[in-house]
Each structure stands twice: as C-alpha cells, then as structure tokens.
T-cell receptor, first 116, second 113 residues
C-alpha cells in the first residue's frame, strides 16, 4: 500500500515570495491533516479536512496561509507572502476518517521550507 | 485543551540495553488515544505504538512497550534490546474526540554501539 506522498521535498524561497506544497493521502483515507514542524519542536496542526470540508483550521494563519482539498483527495497548502518564521517542515498526514478508533494518522515525508 | 510534556530532551543508550522515555499529558476527556511516533533523521514520522485510554492492558509491539498510568496521566515508552536503527526523535501524542493530535516536544534518542 502506498503511503502519503508529498512534493516538493525541499524548497528555498525569498521572504515575501509565494510557495505551494502538495499532498496525496493514502488511498481511501477521508481525513487529511497539514502540520507545521519548526526545528526542535513537535508538529503543530494547521488544518484538518474531512473529505473536501474543513474540520478545524483554528491554528492556520489565514492572513498568509491557505489550503484546499477540492475533490476530497489531493490537497495543496499555500503560503503567500512567506515570512522568515515560516521556515519549517510541513507534514501531511491522513487517516481513515471512519470514526473513533480508526484515527491513527500516517505521515508523509514532509516538505522542508527555508525562507531567506 | 490537551497538553503533552516530554521532560527528557535527549537520551542515550548502549546497543542491546533497555531505555525508557517519559511522557505526561493532560486532558479533560474520558476517552482518548495515546501514541508514540518515531522520526528518524530522514524525517518520516512513523507510528511506533498506540494505547486506548479505556484499556487497562499496556500495549506491546515487539521490542516496544508502554507503561500507561491513567490516574497519573503518564505514558512512558520502553525500548528493549535497543538497536542502532532506533536512533531517532520520539514524540508522544494524544488524540481527542475531535481527532486532534497534540504532540509533545520530543526526545532525541541516540543508540550507541
């Protein structure tokens, strides 16, 4: 079974530029998550989708971050404009979404972003 | 709100020996799940073990086992017969009814030959 796929693996941009990350979850997984992991810290949830609807985006900085999952499968996370403090690894995860007890999250390899 | 605390930023262990990583958590929910994830230097987060809070029996997966103390809100991970491939960051995490996963700050484990 293929795991969670993410691209690109690495990205270097100048501050104030825009960047987008892509995630393809495990086949059949209804729930998709985006996390931000700053160096030396645990991941922090940015947004959670159930199919193509947003379940929780309370920690997403909406002035610069946006995310979508239009067809309920792939998802993109965008930052516009980027700031220096956005330098981090962006992790995508997915879970079955079938209800309580099926919510083990499986993670992708992450995208490492460096903002100069 | 949930909080997860890992009080050991770094630990080391000799190959083939046993090591225990500590984790405490705080939650207002009666039912929840607890997890240990491993993140090797390649950065892929891998599930190590999970525990359902309503189960009294401690979860075990091969060389990995947990000591779940619900009253004390403690959830430690024991790695037996440590191997060089166990070198990684280990994150403790709790999952609430809203399927929100809260991570601790991590423990960096180094297995020495």
């Amino acid at each position: 079974e293929a795991g969670v796929a993410q691209s690109p693996r690495y990205k270097i941009i100048e501050k104030r530029q825009s960047v987008a990350f892509w995630c393809n979850p495990i086949s059949g997984h209804a729930t998709l998550y985006w996390y931000q992991q700053i160096l030396g810290q645990g991941p922090k949830l940015l947004i959670q989708f159930q199919n193509n609807g947003v379940v929780d985006d309370s920690q997403l900085p909406k002035d610069r971050f946006s995310a979508e999952r239009l067809k309920g499968v792939d998802s993109t996370l965008k930052i516009q404009p980027a700031k220096l403090e956005d330098s981090a690894v962006y992790l995508c995860a997915s879970s079955l979404g079938g209800g309580w007890g099926q919510e083990t999250q499986y993670f992708g390899p992450g995208t490492r972003l460096l903002v100069l | 709100a949930q909080t997860v605390t890992q009080s050991q930023p770094e630990m080391s262990v000799q190959e083939a020996e046993t090591v225990t990583l500590s984790c405490t958590y705080d939650t207002s929910e009666n039912n929840y799940y607890l997890f240990w994830y491993k993140q090797p230097p390649s950065r892929q987060m891998i599930l190590v073990i999970r525990q359902e809070a309503y189960k009294q029996q401690n979860a075990t997966e091969n060389r990995f086992s947990v000591n779940f103390q619900k009253a004390a809100k403690s959830f430690s991970l024991k790695i037996s017969d440590s191997q060089l491939g166990d070198t990684a960051m280990y994150f403790c995490a709790s999952l609430n009814a809203g399927n929100m996963l809260t991570f601790g700050g991590g423990t960096r484990l180094m297995v020495k030959p």
